[in-house]
């Protein structure tokens, strides 16, 4: 049981290059999220998927897309860097929160640190 | 609109000795509250979350929370450090929303333990 898992750990790219950043969870969870953690900011939300087959935006989606593959994957794409862009992105899970005591925590991965030059 | 706020950037305490980490929330509501613990290089880890009930909240690895609504407050607590402890805790602030648990993060306390 690996939980969550994100590739890669690190990235380089130069403003304009795109890549997409991979998460997969193996808990069965419903619901996945994409933050951005930025120094004195907290985490912030970028996107979030419900359940498989919904994506909905966060707090600051702009720049960025994402894909709910199937339930256990997320990806998040960066289609055009920018340096405002370099942070570190953690990708999280939860069950969906129809159950109450049950849904409401967040499991994170380790995370992707991304320079954007 | 909800928000959290933990006043301390940066403690710093001796090996043995107690910590509190500060919490304030706002929210118009009874709240979910919760507390997270990063290591270096790491994700998060949930520490120990509040949803009803007794307002004083165990959690793992020793820790303890208590929730003051007339102070709007979630303070995490522990009453001996221990090097390993070191870390960045974010204390966050979530209502359900659908299926979609919306949380707000604080802006993270950074724990240092001296010897």
């Known amino acids: 049981n690996a939980g969550v898992t994100q590739t890669p750990k690190f990235q380089v790219l130069k403003t304009g290059q795109s890549m997409t950043l991979q998460c997969a969870q193996d808990?069965?969870?419903?619901?996945m999220y994409w933050y951005r953690q930025d120094p004195g900011m907290g985490l912030r939300l970028i996107y979030y998927s419900a359940s498989e087959g919904t994506t909905d935006k966060g707090e600051v989606p702009n720049g960025y897309n994402v894909s709910r593959l199937n339930k256990r994957e997320f990806s998040l794409r960066l289609e055009s860097a920018a340096p405002s862009q370099t942070s570190v992105y953690f990708c999280a899970s939860s069950e969906a929160p129809t159950l109450a005591g049950k849904g409401e925590t967040q499991y994170f991965g380790p995370g992707t640190r991304l320079l954007v030059l | 609109a909800q928000s959290v706020t933990q006043p301390d950037i940066h403690i710093t305490v001796s090996e043995g000795a107690s910590l509190e980490l500060r919490c304030n929330y706002s929210?118009?509501?009874?709240?979910?509250l919760f507390w997270y613990v990063q290591s270096p290089g790491q994700g998060l880890q949930l520490l120990l979350k509040?949803?009803?009930?007794?307002?004083l909240v165990q959690g793992i690895k020793g820790f303890e929370a208590e929730f003051k609504r007339s102070q709007s407050s979630f303070n995490l607590r522990k009453p001996s450090v221990h090097w390993s402890d070191a870390a960045e805790y974010f204390c966050a602030v979530g209502p359900f929303s659908g299926g979609y648990q919306k949380v707000t993060f604080g802006t993270g306390t950074k724990l240092q333990v001296i010897p």
């Open positions: 509040y949803f009803s009930g007794d307002t």
């Open positions: 929210y118009g509501a009874t709240p979910y």
């Open positions: 808990m069965n969870h419903n619901s």
